[in-house]
């Protein structure tokens, strides 16, 4: 299937062979290479921009699912190759400016990642087959600045556990509540803000606590 009809551009097919041959001899990630873009077809549509394959990433992570699981792959297995699929263009998501990757995008990524970070960020490289040099060079260098920001967060904080400040009981006792749904939104808003602002201690996070729950009133 062409992925641009119109230029010509390489077909999906001819893109998920190269992509494979880039990545290295690791199991699952060249899976996650021969599935990458195996939504593409099912997610294609034309506009007056051209054609899109919007969500083909997830669409494809559940097609790599239901096929790896039909070619009864082990469970792990199957997690981790869709969940590559899924995030195969998440390094795009994200806007870099003038002064590169901030902090909460590197949470954000790492995190989306988790054990997964190595793979996904040997795929995104793999992913790029263009032979327009100059645009090969930025993403290139992209991938390395993130990396380089992941690293030095991992230095500073506890990256690979990304918690809020405070538990749930803390939350419960401090608000005088119990457990319910309140607590896990309470908890998913502490969790948002330690990664976009980083740790905020315990004595911030309670004076954000405080905030949030008088909001709710």
Known sequence: MAQDPIHRNKDVLAHTMAVVERTPPDRILRLA????DVGKPKTRSFGPDGVSFHHHEVVGARMTRD???ALRYPAADVD?????VELHLRFHGYHQGDGGWTDSAGRRYARAAGPSLERLNELTRADCTTRN??????LAERMDQLEERIARLREREALDALRP??????????LGIGPSRLV?????YLLELRIEEGPLGDEEAFRRLDAWWTSRQ
Do not use: P
């Open 33 to 36: 290479a021969l599935f990458h």
């Open 67 to 69: 096929r790896m699981r």
């Open 80 to 84: 981790q190759v869709s969940r590559l």
């Open 133 to 138: 040099k100059r645009r090969a060079h930025e």
């Open 165 to 174: 400040d405070i538990d749930g009981n803390q939350v419960m006792a401090h």
């Open 184 to 188: 896990g939104e309470a908890l998913a």
